[in-house]
C-alpha cells in the first residue's frame, strides 16, 4: 500500500512568502490544491522544488484573479523538497494544500 501524506502548505495568507518547506523525497506524485476566496484582484503564487531548500525551481504559476480552486499534479518525479509561494499579492485568501505519495 503506497503512503500518502497530506499538507496544508500555506493556510488563508493575506501577504507575499514562502510556505515551509516539505521533504517528500520518497515520493513520486505531488497534488496541489490551492482555493482562493474574497478574490477583487488577486495573487500569484508558484508551486516550486527544490534539492537543497535553499536554491528553488517554479513548476507552476498561478495568476489568481477570482475566488475558486485550481489542482495541479506533478507526477514521476522525486522531488527533495516542494512549497508553494505567494510572489504577487493584491488581495484575498489563500489556502495551498498538498497530497504526497
Do not use: C, P
Amino acid at each position: 500500500m503506497r503512503n500518502i501524506r497530506e499538507y496544508t502548505l500555506l493556510d488563508g495568507v493575506t501577504e507575499t512568502g514562502a510556505a515551509n518547506a516539505v521533504n517528500g523525497l520518497q515520493y513520486t506524485i505531488y497534488t496541489f490544491q490551492i482555493v482562493s476566496s474574497a478574490v477583487t484582484d488577486g495573487a500569484t503564487i508558484t508551486i516550486e522544488a527544490s534539492l537543497d531548500n535553499v536554491s528553488w525551481v517554479v513548476y507552476e504559476t498561478f495568476v489568481i484573479t477570482e475566488n475558486g480552486n485550481q489542482m495541479y499534479t506533478i507526477a514521476g518525479a522525486h522531488l527533495k523538497y516542494i512549497r508553494a509561494n505567494v510572489i504577487a499579492y493584491t488581495d484575498g485568501a489563500y489556502t495551498v494544500k498538498a497530497v504526497i505519495g
